[in-house]
T-cell receptor, first 113, second 113 residues
């Protein structure tokens, strides 16, 4: 199994809602990542978990809250988002860090209304 | 800090023509370099990576890239374009041991029949 699975594929939420994005991999990878991608732009790193511990937070607003319950799961909790947070949210995982191949999920298309 | 620059946000070729997508890097240490492809509404898929083992790197789907230290380049080529190659291509460099993957701004490849 060489897949990173993200759910849901699409999400529409209001600015007062609380929702969560989920990412799962069963490749035994030790690092997992959240990226945000706006239209026609490259992915921007948000968070990195290494061995289930948060190792990088790229000064992301607190309305985004990551969680790594175990080595296979990564969540992104969303609360009080703004319309400008609408984007494609990508999850990725690597076996030994970014110098090895990063496997990406298909992303969650988030629209904040 | 490491960075990559992709020259040309759009490249158009005819089916069967040579594909050349340009990437230049900036790094104070030997870099790890990658090319990723993204099809519409999809995640990213690794095409190939340079890890200093060989300067000419062969990847999937007939793509290859040559690392040229003297030119600080890592251009992506394919001898004969296929319609299915139409996508967004990202060059990326990993930032040392920080678990950061730095993406270029991307090049959209269009293939005409």
């Amino acid at each position: 199994d060489t897949e990173v699975t993200q759910t849901p594929k699409h999400l529409v939420m209001g600015m007062t809602n609380k929702k969560s994005l989920k990412c799962e991999q069963h490749m035994g990878h030790r690092a997992m990542y959240w990226y945000k991608q706006k239209a026609k732009k490259p992915p921007e790193l948000m968070f990195v978990y290494s061995y289930e511990k948060l190792s990088i937070n790229e000064s992301v607003p607190s309305r985004f809250s990551p969680e790594c319950p175990n080595s296979s799961l990564l969540n992104l909790h969303l609360h009080a988002l703004q319309p400008e947070d609408s984007a494609l949210y990508l999850c990725a995982s690597t076996t030994q860090g970014v110098n090895t191949e990063a496997f990406f999920g298909q992303g969650t298309r988030l629209t904040v209304v | 800090a490491q960075s990559v620059t992709q020259l040309g946000s759009h490249v158009s070729v005819s089916e069967g023509a040579l594909v050349l997508l340009r990437c230049n890097y900036s790094s104070s240490v030997p870099p790890y370099l990658f090319w990723y492809v993204q099809y519409p509404n999809q995640g990213l898929q690794l095409l190939l990576k340079y890890t200093s083992a060989a300067t000419l790197v062969k990847g999937i789907n007939g793509f290859e890239a040559e690392f040229k230290k003297s030119e600080t380049s890592f251009h992506l080529t394919k001898p004969s374009a296929h319609m299915s190659d139409a996508a967004e291509y990202f060059c990326a460099v990993s930032e040392g041991n920080t678990d950061k993957l730095i993406f270029g701004t991307g090049t959209r490849l269009q293939v005409f029949p």
